[in-house]
Each structure stands twice: as C-alpha cells, then as structure tokens.
C-alpha cells in the first residue's frame, strides 16, 4: 500500500481531483489517501496559502497528487513552498502528441526538465525608489544536479540527446555557470549527445522544428515558459501533466492552472490530472498499472464520443471519468 497526500486545491482542483480518484478506484492497486489543503480557500480559512500540517503530510507521504491553487497576490506561492520543502528540485513536463487530439504535430515526443529551486523563482525581489528589483540566483550545486538528473532520465528513457537551453550570450555569468555545469555533466554521459541553444531561439526551434528535441534540460523562469510553449504544441494545458522529483519526494500535478472561469461547471478535462497519476505510478515503480491507465485515457480519447468541451466534446468531466473507469474494468 502507498500512502499518498492528496491536495485538491481550488477552482477546478477538486473537479479533476474527483474525476483521477474515481478511475483510480477501479485499478488493481493499493492507495492510502491522506487529505491536505493548500492555496486561496486554504487561505480564507486559515490564513495562510500552505499550512505546516500540509508540508508535513508531503514530506511523510510515498508521493502527493495536487489538483490546482489560485495564487493569492502578495502571499507565498503554495505549489513554490512545497518544491522548496520537499527539495523537489527537478521539474519534469512530457510534451507528447496523442492520437485523437488536434497537436500542431503528430509525432512530438520529448521531455523538458526544468530546474525547480532557484533563478527567479527564489523570490528574493526588493523595492527601489523608482521600482523594484528580482535577485536571479544560479548555483554551481544545483546547476550540475539538474543536469545529471536530465541525462539520467535521457539514459532511463533511450532517448539520444539533451539540450541546454539558456542566455549566456547576455546572462554571462548566472547562466554561464548553468552552461559550464552542463558540459561539466555532459562528460558523464559519453554515450548521450548534447546540444546547446539560447533561450529565444529555442522558443523558435519549438514551432519551426520541435522533433529535434529530445531532453530540454534548462533554469527555472525558461522552463516554466518553454513547457506552457510546448503544450501549445500537443492540445493545451489540459493534456499536460508534471512532475516534482527530489532525492526523497515527489509532487504530481497538472500543468493547468486552477481555471476558476470553468470552475465549478463540471466541464473540466481531467486528461492532465490522469496523466499525472501515470507519471505517479511510474515513479513508484508501478509501470504495469500506468500504462494501463495511460492507454484506458487514450482510448476514451481516440473514440470521441466522450470528451469535454476543450476535446471538441459535449460530456462532463465525470462523464469522461466514468467512460475511462469502464475501459479500466474490461482491459
């Protein structure tokens, strides 16, 4: 049995929550939920976006699902704090096309890895007179971590090349640091390729010629960007899953944020959620169950008769969960 924190969130969180916990009910494994809150109705109640008790409950967990937070403006960052905590200093996002969703390209299949504790994203900012000001921090430590953990998962997957992605044309010395640990690393892994390419050129690169990339492995701030870039690619947010790995936890969540427009409607696509789960199983080692669950989505999506508004559909989101929940009883 696997213990498992569970933070639905807001806005259309606990929608696609609901949907993965009733299509994980189904399959031939053992999952001990323990619920946690996170995020702006977390913070109505509680006055604050991430409580202890909920960093706790991550830290002691085999993994945690997090569904979606709205941000609360001026308040830390709930999905922020618990990478940081929990050391979650790797931020895996697959951009892969499926059969059945209309993707720019068909045939896209390549992983960005985004370092996940640093860069702008360490929220070190501070006011001027005239304005503010953002500390960019880039660490030799993290640097080389990252990129090991890009030519591990490259080596664990048999894909052939990683790309640094970066701006040490003009960043000279925080992303030159980035680019040396990357070479540095690169020594390692003599039987993968590397490659190399500033930042707006490959945002470029990502329409005019994405089947070049296999692993992106780049900072904080720039994977952020180039993953929402690349879901563009393969049908949008609501097919994109993620995920937080560290040395001795892990976080899964969709791409999509809390979407609060929808919220509440019951027309979310829980498609990035279930794929997140995937990557889930997967990481416990429960490869069997994830393909599974993988190719139970996938079938429901190649059909077309059960999709949500954003597939071009007309269904529910627990319509769609109920029709992958029956492929799961006959497969």
């Not at 809150?37 to 913070?43: I, L, Q, S, T």
């Not at 664990?156 to 701006?167: D, E, F, I, S, Y």
């Not at 889930?280 to 429901?300: I, P, R, S, T």
């Amino acid at each position: 049995m696997y213990n498992i924190t569970l933070i639905p969130g807001d806005g259309i969180g606990p929608e696609v929550t609901e949907a993965l916990l009733h299509v994980l009910e189904i399959m031939d494994i053992e999952l001990d939920y323990t619920l946690a809150y996170a995020g702006d109705a977390c913070y109505n109640k509680t006055g604050t976006t991430i409580p202890d008790e909920t960093l706790s409950k991550a830290k002691k967990a085999d993994a945690t699902l997090f569904g979606s937070v709205t941000t609360v403006p001026g308040h830390k960052s709930a999905i922020i704090s618990l990478r940081n905590e929990l050391d979650l200093y790797a931020n895996l996002r697959p951009v892969k096309s499926y059969q059945g969703i209309n993707c720019l390209f068909d045939d896209l299949d390549f992983v960005i890895v985004r370092e996940n504790t640093e860069g702008l994203y360490s929220g070190i900012e501070g006011y001027t007179k005239d304005g503010a000001t953002a500390l960019r921090v880039i660490t030799r430590s993290a640097s080389e971590r990252i990129c090991k953990f890009a030519f591990k998962h490259a080596e664990k997957t048999g894909r052939n090349k990683v790309t640094a992605v970066h701006k040490a044309n003009v960043l000279k010395k925080t992303d030159g640091i980035f680019r040396e640990s990357f070479y540095k690393i690169a020594d390692e892994f003599p039987n993968i390729g590397t490659d190399e390419n500033y930042v707006d050129a490959a945002a470029m690169f990502l329409i005019t010629k994405p089947q070049d990339f296999e692993v992106i492995v780049t900072t904080n701030l720039f994977g952020d960007i180039l993953s929402d870039e690349g879901a563009g690619l393969v049908g949008g947010l609501g097919m994109v899953p993620s995920a937080n790995i560290g040395d001795n936890n892990a976080l899964f969540e969709p791409v999509h944020g809390s979407a609060p427009d929808i919220a509440g409607l019951g027309i979310s696509n829980p498609s990035a959620m279930i794929l997140s789960a995937v990557m889930m199983l997967d990481y416990l080692g429960e490869h069997y169950e994830a393909k599974k669950l993988e190719n139970a989505l996938l079938d429901v999506i190649c059909e077309g008769k059960v999709l949500t508004p954003d597939l071009g559909g007309s269904s529910k989101t627990m319509e769609m969960a109920q029709k992958i929940s029956d492929k799961l009883r006959i497969s």
